[in-house]
């Protein structure tokens, strides 16, 4: 059902930088739950390295030429 999301998306952003961020969105995100629900490791630079992703889809969004 969430792909419905990824279609629209598409509609004002280019296809490559919609999944780029729906990947990223879906990374973080488990590994958010990881931490949160399974006990997964909390290390400051496994946090950094998700602060980087994070950084990365803002950039990817903010730097995507608006579709018409």
Same mark, same amino acid.
């Given at each position: 059902?969430?792909?419905?999301? /990824? %279609? @629209? #998306?598409?509609?004002?952003?280019?296809?490559?930088? %919609?999944? %780029?961020?729906?990947?990223?969105?879906? #990374? &973080?995100?488990? #590994?958010?739950?990881? !931490? /949160?629900?399974?006990?997964?490791? *909390?290390?400051?630079? *496994?946090?950094?390295?998700? &602060?980087?992703?994070? !950084?990365?889809? &803002?950039? /990817?969004?903010? @730097?995507?030429?608006? *579709?018409?």
């Amino acid at each position: 059902m969430g792909w419905i999301y /990824l %279609a @629209l #998306a598409t509609r004002t952003i280019p296809v490559g930088t %919609a999944y %780029a961020v729906w990947v990223g969105i879906g #990374a &973080v995100g488990t #590994a958010i739950y990881g !931490s /949160l629900f399974l006990g997964e490791d *909390r290390s400051f630079m *496994r946090v950094m390295c998700f &602060v980087l992703i994070i !950084s990365g889809i &803002v950039g /990817l969004k903010a @730097l995507s030429p608006a *579709r018409d």
